[in-house]
């Protein structure tokens, strides 16, 4: 089992910044591709982002390139998602997801297809 805690969400104005936090413990961090998805009111659940296991390949939904920088710590077992110049739109919960595949995979195969995820932690961006 994997255990994963987000953290980090809150209140950030259009053009400002947040980073959100993900905790893991349980089996090996290493052994998992590391990705977040997001949920906004009345949407259905979609990909944001992943990394791979080693941290050299990251993947990013095209609303979010350019603006969200995915990474992962392995001393601290923590993957990061640093959003910048928030927009309104970006308003969800987001989630944190492990796979035991490839960040490829997690972005193909969708948040239905994680094998562990977190509770989520709210996003609010006002205009």
């Known amino acids: 089992q994997v255990q994963l805690v987000e953290s980090g969400g809150g209140l950030a104005q259009a053009g400002g910044s947040l980073r959100l936090s993900c905790a893991t413990s349980?089996?090996?961090?290493?052994?998992?591709?590391m990705g977040w998805f997001r949920q906004a009111p009345g949407k259905e659940r979609e990909f944001v982002a992943a990394?791979?296991?080693?941290?050299?390949?990251?993947y990013y939904a095209d609303s979010v390139k350019g603006r969200f920088t995915i990474s992962r710590d392995k001393p601290t077992n923590t993957v990061n998602l640093q959003m910048n110049s928030l927009k309104p739109e970006d308003t969800a919960v987001y989630y944190c997801?492990?796979?035991?595949?490839?960040?490829?995979?997690?972005?193909?195969?969708?948040?239905?297809?994680?094998?562990?995820w977190g509770k989520g932690t709210l996003v609010t961006v006002s205009s």
């Open positions: 990394i791979s296991r080693t941290g050299f390949i990251t």
């Open positions: 349980g089996r090996t961090f290493s052994n998992y591709a």
């Open positions: 997801a492990a796979d035991g595949g490839t960040a490829q995979d997690m972005r193909v195969k969708g948040f239905s297809g994680m094998d562990y």
